[in-house]
Structure formats: C-alpha cells, structure tokens
C-alpha cells in the first residue's frame, strides 16, 4: 500500500484502510522501518525506501542483517607465532607475578625460551579463524588488532629430553613447537640440569581456578564448497587461462598477490592491466620480495597508473616497499547474478608480474569461485596490506575487507547454512561433498612438515607458495614459520577430480 501510494501515507490512512487498532499498525510499521523497507517522513508519514521497492520486485521476504559489536583475546607464542582464543584456551598461562611467586630470580631467567618471533604485529587472516560467531553469523568487519600485554602470559612446559616428550602444549601447536623446545633443551641442558623439581611439578600443574571458559559461540574451520566451484590447474596453459579470464571478466576489483616482481613480467600483462584499468577496475599489487630490477618494475607500475588515471585518481595500487609476503594469487569480482555477488580466485601456478620460467610454476594450482573461500583470503589479504610499511593504503584495505563482508554474507542463510538453492546455478550437495580448509601465515609450517599428493578420492592440499626447504631432520623448524608470512594453502576434502 505505501509503495503505491502518491504520496506518504498517515496513520490516518493505514487506519480506515485496515480497520484495526492504532497500536497495531505502529508496531508494524515500526517493523516496516527497522527492516529498511519504508522511511518515516518526520510530520508527513511513511515512504516505501529502494530496499522496499526491490523487495516487492523479488516477491517473499528477504532477511535482514542486524550488525554488532564483539571482541576476542587470543594469545600469540612468541617462538613460532601460533594462535590461541583465550576464552576457549586450555593453556596453563601465569604472569610474570605468578612466577616470581614460586621461581628464583636465576631460575627465572634461565627457564625463559628464547624469543624467535619477533612480531608485534598480528594477522588478521591468521586469527579470522579463532573470532566466534553464532549460527547465522558471519564476519562483517575486524579492526585492526590492539596489544594488550607483552612479555607478561607465560605457559610453563616440562620438557622430558630422554623420552622426548613435551608436556603443556596444545594440541594444534605440538608438530612444530615440540621440536623446537627439544631443540632448545638440548642446547642448555648443564644449566637446566639444577632446576628444581619441585618448581616444575608446581608450575605444570594447573591453578585451581584455570578451567577453560566455554563459549557459546565457535569458529568454523572447514567450508563446504559450492558444487562444482573449485578446479584444479594441472598445467602452465590452464593457469594462464584462468587468470587471463578472470583479469577480463572482472567488475570493479582485483587483488594480485604474487612473491616478487620484475619489468619483463610486468611488460607482459601491461595489456591485460590497462583493458581492465580502462574500463574502471581498481588493481591492487601487493608483491613480496626485492628483486635485481625491482625499482624498474615498480616504475613500469608507476607510468602505467599515471597513463591510465582519471584526473588526480589512480585505479593501480601498488606498494613501493617490500611486504615480505609469498603467496601467489589473484582475486577478482565478477558481475553480479540474481542479486548475489560472483568473485573468483587462482591461486598458485606462475607469479604474475614475473618473468618466471614454467620450471618454477606451482602444480597443481586452483580457482575456486567459492564466495566463503574467497571471502577469508581477501580479508586475509586486507590484513597484510595493513601491515605493510610505506604509503597509506587504506582505500585498499577497506575495499577488500567490504568484499571479503559481502562473499560472506552471500553464502549465508538465516539459519546460518551455507546457501544451497538461493542461486540458479546451485544444486544441493551430496553427502561428503567437498569441504576446503583456508590456512595462513605460520599455520603454514605445519602443512609444509607433510607430504601430500593429489590423488583422487583423498585430501588435497594446495600451496599458493614455495614450501620453504626441510632441514636435515625432514622437519621445518621454529625459523621457518616465522619467515611464513602471507603463505597461504588450501585443505580439500573428499577431493575427487572431474
């Protein structure tokens, strides 16, 4: 009726129209108003708004989104940079005071693990998966993440040299931490041989009042992939026609991620670059490491933002320091269908914007047009750019954290499903279907302490990166993980080829 009307309608209206109580139809236009589907015109009444207006169009009722606040406290080990959410940890953390309390000064001093991970900083890719939400919730937004104490939470662990075993780890940090702390066990085994036992058995057993909070609410680690949205690029000439395709069918946006740059690369797809850049796309570069020619790649970068600018506006972003991070990806948003918002990501192969030879292409690679898996790389992405030294870059960051909110969203049902027949080209997926598993940063190092190879039927993982090389044991160490920033891979489930 309001949409139909001329003009605003009153109380007045809706009342010899519907012939019930005043309070009734204040409550549903209150509802009408909190929905975002009419407006209240102060002194004149009410107005149907364009969320309104397209509701009608679309027929049934879509469901709204209602945004709120939430923080979380994770711990960060300062030997290899592994995460853990506070409010569900099971670590045994005492203060600096706690310590003091029952350790001697010398004992102190000399039980304290050397610090390796020198970061101050954490990744917002890395942590995205510890944030809680309830069902029916997704990640909208996170802030950059706040310091709150250094040097302060401390988890003692008895370290057994003759067994070899290590106590008062968690589970997801033992592959790597354990050897680590072997390591350094050995290294000062005369000073550690007058610690006092019965300091240990005080601090390993836990205070009486540290039980683990429960929460009500649970990150989700695994994703069930959309039916056919992930391929695997077992060639240099399926990867290049992957990434040709989505540079060209992109709309407004493209990320590319890649380990170093040079002139020839970017020579290469300067083509490809100003098609898009012409037709209004915005092209982040975020590259990794300094190379020989490295200043006259960034130069190319440069003329090519100034030639293809509009006005004083730049659509090519780039950094001009480097940003340490080695994955290789591109991500790129697609036209939007039937109200929902399309993207695509290629991960590994060829780094783009470098003249690499196919020795050095990375097999097999994938794209997935999967919004969910996207969605978590382009945050993480958003993560990295705000730890990037240089220029500001703030228009990126925030561009691809509103991308990353939106694929969300759009893999979300009310009930907090994924979306299973929302769109047209959606079917309802088979028991067992492919799941996939984003991993970040120094999470990283523990897939690259295993062997994996795609076979069908098993599980996949898929590195955006060149695993960093075993020591001599077969095992990465705590240095290594470190170095991990802005790796990423992929876990598929249930992978069966087509």
């Known amino acids: 009726m309001i949409a139909e009307a001329d003009q605003p309608v009153t109380l007045t209206q ?7 109580h005043d309070r009734l139809l204040i409550e549903s236009a209150v509802t009408l108003v909190r929905a975002g589907w009419v407006a209240m015109d102060l002194g004149v009444g009410l107005v149907v708004t364009e969320q309104g207006r397209q509701t009608l169009s679309e027929g049934g009722r879509p469901h709204s989104t209602v945004v709120r606040k939430a923080h979380t406290s994770l711990y960060m080990e300062r030997v290899c940079g592994f995460l853990e959410r ?30 390796r991970n020198p970061r101050n900083s954490l990744s917002i890719g890395q942590a995205q998966g510890l944030l809680p939400h309830r069902a029916g919730e997704w990640i909208r937004w996170v802030a950059e993440p706040q310091m709150r104490t250094k040097a302060n939470e401390f988890v003692p662990v008895a370290v057994d040299l003759p067994s070899r075993n290590v106590t008062g780890l968690p589970r997801s940090w033992e592959p790597l931490l354990s050897d680590a702390l072997l390591r350094e066990a050995e290294e000062r085994i005369e000073e550690m041989r007058e610690f006092s036992h019965d300091e240990i058995s005080r601090l390993i057993a836990r205070q009486p009042n540290a039980k683990p909070k429960r929460s009500p609410t649970s990150p989700s680690a695994e994703l069930a992939l959309l ?14 026609t992957a990434m040709h395709r989505a540079v060209e069918q992109a709309e407004t946006s493209i990320l590319i991620m890649t380990p170093e740059i040079d002139s020839v690369g970017v020579r290469t797809w300067e083509p490809g670059l100003r098609a898009a850049l012409e037709r209004g796309v915005r092209i982040d570069v975020l590259w990794g490491t300094t ?13 090519i933002a100034s030639q293809t600018a ?33 993207c695509t990501a290629v991960l590994g192969g060829l780094p783009v914007l470098n003249s690499q ?37 703030s228009a990126a960051i925030d561009r691809w ?16 499903h994924h979306l299973t027949a929302q769109r047209a080209d959606r079917v309802s997926a088979p028991e067992g279907c492919t799941s996939a598993r984003v991993v970040l940063d120094a999470d990283c190092a523990v897939l690259d302490a ?14 955006a990166y060149r695993s960093l090389s075993a020591n001599s044991e077969g095992k990465l160490g705590h240095d290594d993980s470190v170095a991990l920033r802005g790796a990423v891979a992929l876990c598929l489930r249930g992978y069966h080829p087509a």
Request: glycine letters at 6%.
């Open 291 to 303: 190379q020989t020619d490295n200043g006259d790649a960034l130069a190319n970068l440069k003329r």
């Open 14 to 20: 809706l009342r010899e129209t519907f012939q019930v």
């Open 401 to 416: 954290r509103s991308l990353a909110s939106r694929w969300d969203e759009s893999t979300r049902s009310p009930l907090g």
């Open 227 to 240: 039916p056919g949205s992930t391929t695997l690029l077992q060639s240099t000439d399926d990867f290049l």
């Open 310 to 342: 509009h006005g004083s506006v730049r659509s090519l972003r780039f950094n001009d320091r480097p940003a340490r991070t080695m994955s290789r990806i591109v991500i790129a948003d697609n036209k939007a269908e039937h109200g929902n918002s399309n």
């Open 450 to 463: 295993e062997s994996v190879t795609p076979a069908a039927g098993q599980d996949v993982i898929l590195r």
């Open 357 to 393: 030879e196919p020795a050095d292409c990375l097999l097999p690679g994938l794209l997935t047009s999967d919004p969910g898996v996207i969605a978590q790389l382009a945050r993480a992405a958003a993560g990295w750019w705000a730890e990037t030294p240089g220029q500001e870059f």
């Open 86 to 115: 506070e409010t569900q940890s099971r670590l045994n953390v005492r203060t600096l005071r706690d310590l003091r309390s029952v350790m001697s000064p010398t004992d102190l001093e000399r039980s304290l693990v050397t610090v």
